[in-house]
């Protein structure tokens, strides 16, 4: 492609949202025609770092200025509704332990917006780290996005966050977390040996706090490693929340 024939903001915009926001890491040959664009395009990259931050503004603002304490009591209630569902002595156990002892507070939260309109316009796929700390307990997982190259101002490439793809920061059983549009699904994963005891983890629809889902990690033997996977999931926010105190 010649540098006169300048890539559309239109365009522009659809491959920040494919590559960046929609949890959909497949390339076809526009998205790989537009990056060697990029490569050589100081105007376009320009142009192309401006959308990825007005966006990056966009989706930090649309969630969750909610009141943290009415979000605890959905999670508290959520959490009752699960103990009293359940015939599982284990499951009823490490309920009744999080509601008793936690009061509903997490080891470890995060939100998450799955293809969500924000401000009115562009879906969004991602995941959040910030602003819900108010439901965490003492000594809670802290999470960090995985970085990646992306088109900067002066054409080069240069190191930018991949809002689906989340790591753990300060636990020594490494710990990831990634949302998957096309998938719809969510996969938390536990880098630990099959002797481990590791927090179970609760799904709750920010809109429906009724049809919360709390999940245990299944061990893979092949890949040596704990899994939890929510699947189908809707359109909309949630928040995830990692059962607290544990010694990962
Ligand atoms: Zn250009």
Redesign the pocket.
């Known amino acids: 492609m010649k540098?006169k024939e300048?890539?559309s903001d239109s365009e522009l915009e659809a491959y920040i949202i494919q590559t960046y926001y929609s949890g959909d890491s497949n390339k076809d040959d526009q998205d790989i025609t537009i990056e060697e664009?990029l490569s050589e395009?100081d105007?376009?990259a320009q142009k192309a770092h401006q959308i990825y931050q007005d966006m990056k503004t966009l989706s930090d603002w649309n969630v969750f200025t909610d009141n943290q304490i009415l979000i605890n009591v959905n999670v508290y209630k959520a959490l009752e509704t699960l103990e009293h569902q359940s015939t599982d002595a284990q499951v009823k156990g490490r309920l009744h332990r999080w509601i008793k002892d936690f009061k509903g507070l997490a080891g470890g939260s995060l939100k998450l917006m799955m293809d969500m309109y924000s401000q009115g316009k562009r879906k969004a796929t991602r995941l959040m780290t910030e602003g819900l700390e108010k439901l965490n307990a003492l000594n809670p997982i802290h999470f960090d996005y995985e970085v990646e190259l992306a088109p900067s101002r002066n054409g080069k490439s240069e190191m930018v966050v991949n809002f689906n793809k989340i790591k753990s920061e300060n636990t020594q059983t490494p710990l990831t977390v990634h949302l998957d549009k096309k998938r719809k699904d969510l996969r938390i994963q536990y880098e630990a040996d099959e002797t481990k005891d590791l927090p179970w983890v609760l799904l709750l629809p920010s809109k429906a706090p009724g049809s919360a889902q709390l999940k245990e990690p299944v061990y893979d033997q092949k890949k040596n490693r704990w899994e939890i996977v929510f699947t189908d999931i809707d359109e909309g926010e949630y928040i995830l929340l990692f059962e607290p105190d544990y010694m990962m």
Do not use: A, L, Q, Y
Request: hydrophobic fraction near 15%; charged fraction near 15%; proline fraction near 0%.
């Open positions: 540098k300048h890539i664009h395009c105007t376009c």
